[in-house]
């Protein structure tokens, strides 16, 4: 069974910089679609950004620019580098993994796999 990992939360004062890790571990399926997902206290689920299997990639609009995904199939690890942070980015951020090829590839879309979270803290 695949397990994603996340890693690399923290607290940062706005305008600083993190960067997300998404470890695939176990049966050694092929990951399709991959995103980023985030959720802040209170509020609903909201998909950060994705990312196909050959690299093509799609952002929200309240990241695009200062966020950047990507991915390294070899290692099977998903990255979202994260600049400029602002105080509304807080949140639990979830790394999420498509098993279904030809699924299309967006923002919020349906994942099959799911990480545990790791939280992102923005000071102002």
């Known amino acids: 069974q695949v397990q994603l990992v996340e890693s690399g939360g923290g607290s940062v004062q706005a305008g600083g910089s993190l960067r997300l890790s998404c470890a695939a571990s176990?049966?050694?399926?092929?990951?399709?679609?991959l995103g980023w997902f985030r959720q802040a206290p209170g509020k609903e689920r909201e998909g950060v950004a994705s990312?196909?299997?050959?690299?093509?990639?799609n952002y929200a609009n309240s990241v695009q620019g200062r966020f950047t995904i990507s991915r390294d199939n070899t290692k099977n690890t998903l990255y979202l580098q994260m600049n400029t942070l602002k105080p509304e980015d807080n949140g639990t951020y979830y790394c999420?993994?498509?098993?279904?090829?030809?699924?299309?590839?967006?923002?919020?879309?349906?994942?099959?796999?799911w990480g545990q979270g790791t939280q992102v803290t923005v000071s102002s």
């Open positions: 176990g049966y050694p399926y092929i990951l399709y679609c």
């Open positions: 999420a993994a498509d098993l279904t090829p030809n699924d299309g590839c967006y923002p919020g879309k349906g994942f099959d796999l």
């Open positions: 990312i196909s299997r050959l690299g093509f990639t």
